[in-house]
């Protein structure tokens, strides 16, 4: 796993990073590691700052940055956007719904147990 996350932070080309994500277990920790990803790699090629200044994207907590990107996304339709920069809106999209799907998953198993628990105890 390490070295696919490595892996992951050498690619030259955003989209190639997708290979180590299919190959990753499909974990909360996972699907945001993949969604914040996409959303650093958006917001780079659309915001441009001196190398000299800090930038303020690596100061933002991923899920803001990732609302903030995703927000931004949906609010345009794209039409400026290159090839790569519409490729990455997609995997971003997807990785926030997988993770949206799974966090919901994750509260109806912990509900569910806890519904059995309660049957048990009353029962």
Known sequence: MIINI???VT????LDAEQC???LPR???TLQLAAYYYALQLHSSTHTSPVMTPDLRYQQSPSRLI?????QVTGENGVDWSDVQKALVSQLQSYVELLADFTQAESLLLMLAYVRWLVWFLG
Do not use: D, H, M
Not at 67 to 71: E, L
């Open 67 to 71: 609302g903030q990107v995703v927000s």
């Open 11 to 14: 690619c030259a080309q955003p």
């Open 21 to 23: 994500f299919e190959k």
């Open 27 to 29: 974990t909360a920790l």
């Open 6 to 8: 490595i892996f992951v």
